[in-house]
């Protein structure tokens, strides 16, 4: 298995971040043409992996949805941080924290509209870590 830690800046406003181009740079050093899974995962509690596609609005309206399921209010009993922090601890049960995507021939089996994106929800911590992982077929 190769594996690869990438640093994302994410800022401080919720947002839902293109990886697809740093998972492809991944897979041209790491796969060579071979068949595989490439597994995205972020190290943590308040973050997630999501296949989506980005840039036709589809990235705002899964904010919006988000903010409809998990209002940044003062009801969430994990309550440190800005307000309505607890919610970003809830998103990855909704929105997991990883993502399996086939490769095929060294790149990525993704439908026409599909990318990989981290959805982050905390304006507390605008730098995440996302690890690659190629496992080889």
Do not use: K
Not at 26 to 37: H, I, K, N, Q
Request: net charge negative.
């Amino acid at each position: 298995m190769e594996s690869r830690l990438i640093e994302v800046e994410t800022g401080r406003r919720e947002v839902v971040h293109d990886l697809t181009s740093q998972c492809a740079a991944f897979l041209r050093e790491t796969a060579t043409e071979s068949d595989g899974l490439l597994h995205v995962f972020v190290p943590h509690a308040t973050a997630g992996i999501a296949l989506i596609e980005l840039g036709a609005g589809s990235d705002d309206d899964l904010l919006a949805a988000l903010q409809d399921l998990l209002p940044a209010d003062d009801r969430w009993r994990h309550a440190h941080g800005s307000r309505g922090h607890g919610r970003s601890h809830v998103m990855p049960a909704l929105i997991a924290p990883y993502a399996g995507i086939p490769v095929l021939r060294g790149e990525m089996a993704l439908g026409t509209w599909q990318s990989v994106a981290i959805v982050d929800l905390n304006v507390d911590n605008p730098v995440r870590h996302v690890r690659l992982s190629f496992l080889a077929g």
